[in-house]
């Protein structure tokens, strides 16, 4: 009982704090005061605009945000967002074009579960679009699941990859983004034993750490420093009365936000401060480059507790990916048993999650693959967003995708030129 009041003690600070921030932006921006102009309620105004809005979308899914998208007949096309495979943790999703002749490319994007939404891939999804079909997981905030719909760990992402890849069928490429990669990996190697037809053509990890301990970062290290039983009794809560999943233990998305700002404090701090100044100064916007960027940033969603805990244990502790021992109900998947599914790697140079090294060890683990089915990238002077996103991506990293994609693929037919001179 002590965790789910734990759950409703950070539940009830975010809701003050947000409060708080309301309050102060309406005593703020009081008419009456307008009468005595004085700097210190504009700047009440600023700071209640700049907390309200930040602790309220701590508990807000982002909307994709894609009304339409202008396709090569110069017409705007409306963008539906179709659950294709429901599931109770997670649904595979089509980022469809509406009334545009479907792409060659089909494209499965598994996004990461580490706390954030699939839509913190908006971006990488719009840069995709003009070129795939777009697809991608939509996993599920855990504080809304009911714990009757029972226990999700780290074998049952890698079933539901499985399953999202067997609907897709074998013409498709899969793209892992982070957490995903040592899993998306799994289930492809589980494809590849127990049903060959419906693996993809292609598999391309960004920033994944399939070998935690060939390069070690402080996230990824942060295994080594503590047990599974610390881990449990200081990160693990249960759900509290306001939400369908109450009763269920999660590790909550707020907990990983605070981690998650803790590694960068000062920047953080001072983006903070200097919106504060601009919303003072009235130069901030709904649609400026902090709250575009924080809007996504804070929305937090928990995951449950045994997906979490079994990560931990074993993918960076156990390194069980690593070391090619990872199990599925009681199988082992062997990774050496890709040999059809050309993999490359993407990192960055500069990535202090993730670091160059840990994703390019799947190469080395593919030793069923042929070399020239085996493929790395190592993107100079990118951190681990820029790899998925930003200039880095769109520039360098995107062209090289596609092409490997293309590389990949069966040749398109060409039409046969009419034979004018047959008789008609």
């Not at 494209?107 to 070129?131: E, N």
């Not at 079909?133 to 855990?142: K, Q």
């Not at 289930?187 to 598999?203: F, H, N, W």
């Not at 942060?222 to 999660?250: A, D």
Request: net charge negative; charged share 20%.
């Amino acid at each position: 009982m002590r965790y789910m009041l734990s759950y409703d003690f950070m539940e009830t600070m975010r809701n003050t704090n947000q409060w708080l921030g309301a309050t102060a932006q309406a005593i703020g921006a009081y008419p009456a005061f307008s009468m005595m102009p004085n700097p210190a309620m504009e700047w009440m105004r600023a700071w209640g605009e700049v907390t309200e809005r930040t602790f309220q979308r701590m508990v807000v899914k982002p909307d994709w945000g894609i009304p339409s998208f202008t396709a090569e007949d110069g017409k705007d096309h409306l963008v539906s967002i179709d659950t294709v495979v429901p599931g109770d943790f997670g649904d595979l999703i089509h980022i469809n074009v509406t009334g545009r002749k479907p792409r060659s490319r089909k494209v499965l994007l598994v996004a990461p579960m580490s706390g954030h939404y699939a839509t913190l891939l908006r971006s990488t999804v719009i840069s995709l679009l003009p070129d795939c079909e777009v697809y991608i997981t939509d996993w599920h905030n855990a504080r809304d699941i009911p714990v009757s719909a029972g226990k999700f760990d780290v074998e049952d992402y890698t079933l539901y990859l499985v399953d999202y890849m067997r609907h897709l069928g074998p013409d498709s490429h899969v793209i892992a983004v982070c957490q995903p990669a040592p899993l998306t990996l799994a289930a492809t190697a589980y494809l590849a034993e127990e049903d060959p037809k419906a693996q993809p053509r292609s598999l391309t990890l960004i920033g994944g750490p399939i070998d935690p301990d060939a390069t070690p970062t402080e996230v990824t290290d942060f295994g080594r420093r503590v047990t599974m039983g610390q881990l449990e009794e200081t990160m693990i809560q249960r759900v509290g009365f306001k939400y369908p999943g109450v009763g269920r233990m999660v590790y909550p998305g707020l907990l990983q936000l605070a981690s998650f700002m803790s590694m960068n404090a000062e920047k953080h701090s001072k983006a903070f401060q200097d919106q504060i100044s601009n919303a003072a100064r009235g130069e901030a916007g709904d649609h400026d480059k902090h709250n575009k960027f924080y809007d996504e940033y804070l929305a937090v969603m928990d995951m449950t507790a045994e997906f979490y805990l079994s990560t931990v244990d074993r993918i960076f502790k156990r390194c069980e990916i690593a070391k090619n021992i990872f199990t599925v109900n009681g199988k082992q998947v062997d990774i050496g048993k890709i040999t059809t599914v050309a993999v490359k790697t993407v990192e960055g140079a500069n990535d202090d999650i993730s670091a160059p090294g840990q994703c390019v060890a799947a190469l080395d683990l593919c030793t069923g693959l042929p070399d020239d089915k085996k493929a790395s990238h190592v993107e100079p002077g990118a951190g681990h967003y820029g790899i998925f996103a930003g200039k880095s991506w769109r520039n360098n990293i995107r062209p090289l995708v596609l092409e490997f994609i293309d590389a990949n693929s069966p040749p398109t037919p060409t039409k046969k030129a009419a034979n004018k001179n047959k008789a008609a």
